[in-house]
């Protein structure tokens, strides 16, 4: 009986433990901007680093909160990444980091028509059009954020599909921060690209 009751207040402890330093959805925002903040290679420096500051991480995070843990999850740009918070530390689901396909699964012998979205294949093969205007392109993607002396700078390119001209609209630019992490967005272009043709036009010409 001593020992059942003694087992019962370690648990009860550990519980009182657990819920007083669950994290709050401000420790996650303050930890994600020390992850971006390091020169490590991680997930955080993939999917992060183009937030503008605090703001926009917590504005993209939602969180789920099971008293004694809690789940964040942060989504910017088809991508997505789930973070356990417990005991004030933070531990990154692995399968979380993935592209986000809103799309259906593809089923043998079966088109998916450009009204309910491309498939994956058109986005990569736009990409490759893309890529084969522009070849420097590929590698300042892969470069990704360069540090100098007083500012970082980040070279991205999203898409985003567009169902009446059949086309991937590209935006090119960069992202540029100072050492507080305060910056702004430098466009370099834009350019629609027909996957179906390999068509590639600016988003000036009609």
Partial sequence: MIKHKTLVGILVCLAVLLFIANPTKSNY??????QISSDSSSVFEKILTAFLGESLIENSTSTANYLLFSIFTTKWDGQEIKVLGILRNFI???????????QPDKQPNSKISDTAGPSLEKKEK???????????????VAMGRQSFKDYYTTF?????????KSCYLFHIYNIIKDKDFVGHTATIDWYYIYPDTGEIWEQTRS
């Avoid at 990154?92 to 809103?102: A, F, G, T, W």
């Fill in 156 to 164: 991205l390119i999203d898409s985003e599909w567009e169902p009446d």
């Fill in 126 to 140: 736009s990409r490759e059009i893309l890529y084969q205007y522009k070849p420097e392109w590929e590698e300042n």
């Fill in 29 to 34: 925002v303050s930890w994600a901007k020390e």
């Fill in 92 to 102: 990154l689901i692995p399968s979380s980091s993935s592209i986000v396909q809103d």
